[in-house]
């Protein structure tokens, strides 16, 4: 940003908008108000707020200063002189018919880019001035990044933070089993997650101590284990938690052999439980639709070493569940789900030629001579959508694979599996087989399979295969004929993406080899559409993540007022976070914007290998966009050859700069999110 357009900028008035804006969206808090034109101050007098807002009957004010630049300050005098301010406060708030009912006041001094010394920070000690607080903007960072991932959870860890303590008729009463487990008093109970979460704490690294031992929450982790939990499953293992003393009362019922039966309360405090282990688990169950009670087992009154120490010693001790043995166990467990269908498959699979003992199955003994992992070959069959009904090559008809019936589909795929790769074992040498037969080989073989299958449009017979595993064989006997060439390849498609990269060029050469252009049609655009998308979400994670840097308050800061709408309806409807509801065509009027770009953009996509200018920019995203969303007429159509590659052109400039976000175990499930840690 130029010097002069810095100096310029108002960034203490940004900065009570951003901290309005943390109060209002992200906190959920009352009446939230500040601003030049807001005084709070006797009848005929003058006391301007930067920014207040109410929880309940608690009144929190903030006083914001804020700089362009990071920078050490003396802010002694503004310090003295908002004590001043918030001795007026208190004597007039309930002037205010909006605060008229609160009953306390809590004043945070606020920084952004300012550093101040530790001795101007005392004047606002909470052990010495319990009203006043001191904070900087990595509070509003760390709670709006909590709130994208809890929700309004979030807001009860903000409130404990600042000793906010819950009403008297908020308690939580559980049936509780109380014990000793070595020299631990502990409760063994059942919850419902939703009202033990207004109690739980979580000691996150990036919060207020720094001496804290809990990593931050992984947002997909949580929606995944509750899309786990939403389709009907359960986790029959203990949230851990440190119950704080003060804030429980146990009433005895019944004395058992070393045990007491009687009834818990949790009252008093936000911050009475403190996860040791498991948050991932109950905030999952607290955003699930299931009304199952969660199990926790609670240490009664323990320092905060010993949690750090329990912690290290169950994430040391616990070891992750091979993705093969998960697999192997969805087949056991569950025949009948979409997983379940594809284990038996493979399995089936291992007891036939050519894969026969040639699978690794870990219930079936050790990793030697095994040609594949069942992951790999699971994962595979995920990816490759056959066993869908409508899976993406077939138009117009339905799966010739697929049944209602589980015992039929398993038989029908696995079967047309067999002979396809019997028939591709015939037309390949010793070292191409090692590869195709491989953790690598198999997904990409599957990936091919599905537009042969469309093709051919019924159940395949050894002879319908024939033809296309010819072509596949003389297309690696053009390309890797040589163990050398075949090396190269396995380093070169160790991610889906370069998979499904060979995957095509295999699929064009069958394309060419039994001239028909209706062999795989949209396959340029769809996987160049997938990929797309996969840009156009990591465009919005760049400008979540940039703009945030920036102001908290991005959403409504720096977004244009239309989008803004659009996107926020759609969250508040649906759960997503806001910046996955954009569109090319938002990002790039958000990226263009005059203040984001000046700030923000301009040096991140004006380089020497990005693009040259804001004009050239825009034209990627139009060319991008033609593609994303190709129609005539209300129509799908196939997208012009020259689109495609200008479109390729400006994509590459992206991938330099933008990390793409991979979807392709989205299906898979949960894969180790069972898993806590």
Known sequence: MDPLDLERKDFGKEFEEEVKFFLEEKLRFSDVRGGQDFHIAPPGQKNQIDA????????????????????????????????????MVLRSYKYIPEYANCNYVKFVFITKKIEIPDTEKDLLNKDTEPHFWYADENMLEYYSDLHEKVGEYATYN????????????????????????????????????????????????RSLNENFYQRMLDKNRIKNIQNFIDAGGIFPTNVIISLKHGDKEFVKNHDLTGSEVGVLTIKNSYSACWIIDGQHRLYS???????????????????????????????????PIQPDLIWDLEGLSS????????????????NREPFLDKVYIPVKGSRTNKLVNMAAFCNGIVNSQITKQNPPSVIGMQNPLFTEVTRTITNRTASSLE?????????????????VF??????????????????????????????????????????????????????????????????RQIGLYIRKGVRDRLFWPKMEQDEFVSEIISMERGIASVIAEKLSEVTVGWEKQRVPQPIYAVAKKRMDQDGTVFHENFSLGDEIQIITRDDNWKEVFQDFFITKTGFKDQSELKLAFRYLADVRNPTSHGKSVITDKDVLVQAEIYLEKFRKMIPIIDDIDQEVGLNNDSEEH
């Open 52 to 87: 207040c807002g109410r929880y309940n009957d608690i009144l929190f004010v903030f006083e914001c200063k804020a700089s362009g630049r990071r920078t050490k300050k003396n802010l002694r005098q503004d310090i003295l002189a908002t004590k001043e301010r918030a001795r």
């Open 158 to 205: 903000f409130l404990a933070d600042f000793g906010i303590r819950p009403s008297e008729d908020e308690v939580l009463k559980v049936a509780a089993v109380k014990t000793k487990i070595g020299n631990y008093d502990t409760y063994s109970f059942y919850a419902p997650p939703k009202q033990l979460l207004k109690f739980s704490y979580v000691a996150r690294r």
């Open 285 to 319: 169950h607290a955003k699930s639709k299931s009304e199952n009670l969660i199990p926790c087992i609670a240490f009664d009154n323990i320092g905060i070493e010993d949690e750090r120490r329990f912690f290290l010693e169950i994430n040391r001790e616990q070891k």
């Open 335 to 350: 025949p009948d789900s979409f997983k379940g269908i594809i284990s038996n498959v493979v399995r089936t699979l291992n």
């Open 419 to 435: 002979r396809f790769f019997l028939s591709l074992k015939e037309v390949l040498n010793e070292d191409q087989i090692d590869f």
């Open 438 to 503: 491989g953790n690598a080989g198999i997904p990409i073989m599957l990936y091919i399979f599905e537009p042969i299958l469309a093709h051919i449009g019924r159940i395949p017979a050894f002879g319908d295969l024939s033809p296309y595993t010819k072509l596949i064989g003389e297309f690696f006997n053009q390309n890797y004929s040589t163990y050398d060439d075949l090396r190269k390849l396995r380093s070169e498609t160790n991610s889906e993406g370069a998979r499904k990269s060979i995957a």
